[in-house]
């Protein structure tokens, strides 16, 4: 199947994580760093050169460029390790450890997911599994891709692609979320809450009057 625009993988963590942050970055083309994409990106300075070696009997390719057509989705694996027989095996890189919280645990399986999708129709051979890097526990956590969280890699698309055709940024949500996201600043979701944008527009048509 075409479409005149693939998905990032990135956008389906971004989507996953929270819709506001997906539409800010990916309709409304805003960014920002702190602390925590900052990590982020040293961790993947080891990754991001593209490269081939062979280690422990496998060949080893960092940021391998990959693309699923039937969903329309394209993005980079950090590293994909290749039995001798060319079954891919993706580690996709993250900043902190394996005990993060389980909901934010579940974007990095959804990510990973999608690579997983991509490799298996660009190599034609099953991939069941795929690993998780953390760099600050230095640990690999393995994900089994299952029918489930192929479903939810399908479902995720489709919805970061009717985000985009919209053009519409979801509410602010103002939870847990907010804490630690870079776009908080330009978001504004403390907003939502107090009502002080409501406040802030009524005074402005007030002083048009």
């Keep these: 199947m075409d479409f005149p625009d693939p998905i990032p993988l990135s956008a389906l963590q971004h989507w996953c994580y929270c ?14 760093d702190n602390l925590h994409t900052l990590r982020g990106q040293a961790v993947h300075k080891q990754v991001d050169q593209p490269g081939v070696e062979t280690r ?66 660009m190599t034609g051979k099953p991939v069941p599994a795929g690993a998780l890097y953390y760099a ?9 891709v299952t029918a489930e969280l192929r479903e939810r890699v399908a479902a995720a698309t489709a919805a970061v692609r009717s985000l985009i055709e919209v053009g519409a940024v979801p509410p602010a949500v103002n939870d847990a979320r907010c804490k630690n996201c870079s776009l908080m600043e330009i978001c504004q979701p403390a907003l939502r809450d107090t009502g002080v944008a409501s406040l802030a527009r009524a005074r402005l048509f007030d002083a048009d009057a």
């Design 19 to 32: 819709p506001r942050q997906c539409a800010l970055i990916h309709v409304e083309q805003v960014f920002a």
């Design 56 to 121: 422990a009997g496998l060949r080893v390719e960092r940021a391998l460029p990959v693309w699923y057509d039937r969903l329309g989705l394209i993005g980079k694996a950090d590293i994909v390790e290749f039995e001798a027989d060319g079954t891919p095996y993706p580690v996709e890189y993250k900043h902190g450890s394996r005990s993060k919280a389980a909901w934010i645990a579940a974007c990095d399986d959804l990510q990973l997911a999608a690579q997983v999708l991509c490799l298996e129709e």
């Design 136 to 144: 600050t526990s230095r640990r690999r956590r393995e994900v089994r």
